[in-house]
């Protein structure tokens, strides 16, 4: 009984932090669009190779600010050199790849942020 109850529990948990990945994903997806791969972005930021290790020692990270504020039609970059994937706001930057977002609609998109000290990254798009 004792061991159904914790698999319930954490299917549960697991199911919890799907459905909230997907609704920041889906309101990432509704508020932005590809930058192609040679255009300046207005919002440059590198994660550097060993930033993971860095995190595992306990050191504070501050490669994101914990707020963005943008305005439609500028765009953010994200060059992750690590070996391991970020959840960065409402982005998930895969190890050794890259995110070129341009911001099309106004509004608030925001997500769990690894690469920050506040542990969020929100942006908030204005007209």
């Known amino acids: 009984m004792k061991h159904r109850m914790i698999l319930s529990a954490m299917l549960l948990a697991a199911t919890l932090a799907v459905g909230c990945g997907e609704s920041a994903k889906q309101a990432a997806e509704a508020h932005t669009a590809a930058l ?29 600010p914990p707020t963005l504020q943008v305005t439609v039609g500028e765009s953010i970059r994200i060059v992750n050199k690590d070996i391991r994937g970020y959840d960065i706001g409402p982005f998930h930057v895969g190890a050794l790849q890259t995110l070129a977002m ?3 609609h106004p509004g608030r998109i925001s997500g769990v942020c690894a ?7 929100v942006v908030e798009v204005t007209e």
């Open 102 to 104: 341009r911001f099309t």
């Open 36 to 64: 192609a791969e040679d255009e300046q972005a207005t919002y440059e930021y590198v994660v550097p190779f060993g930033t993971g290790r860095s995190i595992d020692r306990g050191e504070v990270i501050e490669i994101m």
């Open 115 to 121: 690469v920050n000290a506040e542990g969020e990254f």
